[in-house]
């Protein structure tokens, strides 16, 4: 039996004493048709658990996020008729809802992490890592790590705070992460090969994505994960994640992607398919969900 096999009996009845959902945009940009669809999925599944629907800015690079992106997605998602009652706009018990506030959490699952023994730090350079590593796997955009700075796990305990490297997650080669998605069923990864040793903390001192995510969805108490199936191969890294933290697993529930009639993946244009410019060209959300449908 696969370690993480999810008990569907057991996911009905925690679903059933409160399901807590999650819809969690990156404020980088206007909000994407392809991204909207997701988050309406997300919504129709609290509304059928009568359950609670989170919104978290993911906001955590300083790079990329910009907060008038982050009030454009709230109005643009109230516009498709989203609702969620827990946000950095409506407040609630596990405020704040922003990452970019959040940091404290995420310094805490670093320490455990390297207290553990799971993580290390990596010197390598970008030139490094693009003369080792092979080319992005499809659908991903983080090369598979050589290793070459596995052995500075003894190091670890020596770095106070995380920030000045990489700080990579060591996984365990050869190991299969199996679960069950309620969407798209069985899914299986081969650790070492689908993907490699991941990056937890960014050396410029913002923590990465699967970092972040485990530790909000576990402090948020979200005991389903709705999400584009982009991100299949990241729920095999944040169950890795989710084992060394000894904390709980949500159900997933990963959506097709939405294409358009040529085939392309509508979150892959850039074109005209912002919630924002279909509203301004005159289109209604009954138009916009309609465009969402070959994602159910
Ligand atoms: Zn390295």
């Given at each position: 039996?696969?370690?993480?096999?999810?008990?569907h009996?057991?996911?009905?009845?925690?679903?059933?004493?409160?399901?807590?959902?999650?819809?969690?945009?990156?404020?980088?940009g206007?909000?994407?048709?392809?991204?909207?669809?997701?988050?309406?999925?997300?919504?129709?599944?609290?509304?059928?658990?009568?359950?609670?629907?989170?919104?978290?800015?993911?906001?955590?690079?300083?790079?990329?996020?910009?907060?008038?992106?982050?009030?454009?997605?709230?109005?643009?998602?109230?516009?498709?008729?989203?609702r969620?009652?827990?946000g950095?706009?409506?407040?609630?018990?596990?405020?704040?809802?922003?990452?970019?506030?959040?940091?404290?959490?995420?310094?805490?699952?670093?320490?455990?992490?390297?207290?553990g023994?799971?993580?290390?730090?990596?010197?390598?350079?970008?030139?490094?890592?693009?003369?080792?590593?092979?080319a992005?796997?499809?659908?991903?955009?983080?090369?598979?790590?050589?290793?070459?700075?596995?052995?500075?796990?003894?190091?670890?305990?020596?770095?106070?705070?995380?920030?000045?490297?990489?700080?990579?997650?060591?996984?365990?080669?050869g190991?299969?992460?199996?679960?069950?998605?309620?969407?798209?069923?069985?899914?299986?990864?081969?650790?070492?090969?689908?993907?490699?040793?991941?990056?937890?903390?960014?050396?410029?001192?913002?923590?990465?994505?699967?970092?972040?995510?485990?530790?909000?969805?576990?402090?948020?108490?979200?005991?389903?994960?709705?999400r584009?199936?982009?991100?299949?191969?990241?729920?095999?890294?944040?169950?890795?994640?989710?084992?060394?933290?000894?904390?709980?697993?949500?159900?997933?529930?990963?959506?097709d992607?939405?294409?358009?009639?040529?085939?392309?993946?509508?979150?892959?244009?850039?074109?005209?398919?912002?919630l924002?410019?279909?509203?301004?060209s005159?289109?209604?959300?009954?138009?916009?969900?309609?465009?969402?449908?070959?994602?159910?």
């Amino acid at each position: 039996m696969p370690l993480w096999s999810q008990d569907h009996a057991y996911n009905q009845a925690v679903n059933a004493l409160h399901y807590r959902g999650r819809i969690a945009p990156s404020p980088t940009g206007l909000m994407h048709i392809g991204h909207a669809c997701t988050f309406w999925k997300a919504y129709q599944r609290a509304i059928e658990h009568r359950g609670t629907l989170v919104f978290r800015n993911e906001d955590l690079d300083p790079q990329r996020s910009n907060p008038s992106y982050a009030t454009a997605m709230i109005e643009d998602l109230r516009w498709l008729g989203i609702r969620w009652q827990e946000g950095p706009d409506v407040g609630g018990a596990f405020a704040p809802y922003e990452q970019s506030r959040r940091r404290e959490l995420y310094v805490e699952t670093w320490r455990k992490l390297r207290d553990g023994g799971f993580i290390y730090p990596c010197t390598c350079s970008r030139k490094d890592l693009a003369l080792s590593a092979g080319a992005p796997n499809e659908g991903d955009d983080e090369p598979l790590y050589p290793g070459r700075c596995r052995e500075k796990i003894g190091e670890s305990t020596r770095y106070e705070t995380p920030e000045g490297v990489n700080w990579r997650f060591r996984v365990p080669d050869g190991e299969t992460i199996s679960f069950d998605d309620l969407h798209l069923g069985p899914q299986s990864y081969l650790a070492g090969r689908d993907f490699g040793d991941f990056v937890v903390w960014r050396r410029d001192d913002v923590p990465a994505y699967q970092l972040a995510v485990v530790t909000d969805d576990a402090a948020m108490e979200i005991n389903e994960v709705v999400r584009g199936a982009d991100l299949l191969k990241s729920t095999a890294r944040q169950l890795l994640l989710i084992r060394a933290l000894g904390l709980s697993v949500p159900a997933y529930y990963h959506c097709d992607l939405v294409r358009d009639d040529d085939g392309v993946r509508l979150a892959k244009r850039h074109d005209a398919l912002s919630l924002r410019a279909l509203r301004e060209s005159g289109r209604t959300p009954e138009d916009v969900l309609r465009l969402c449908r070959g994602s159910e």
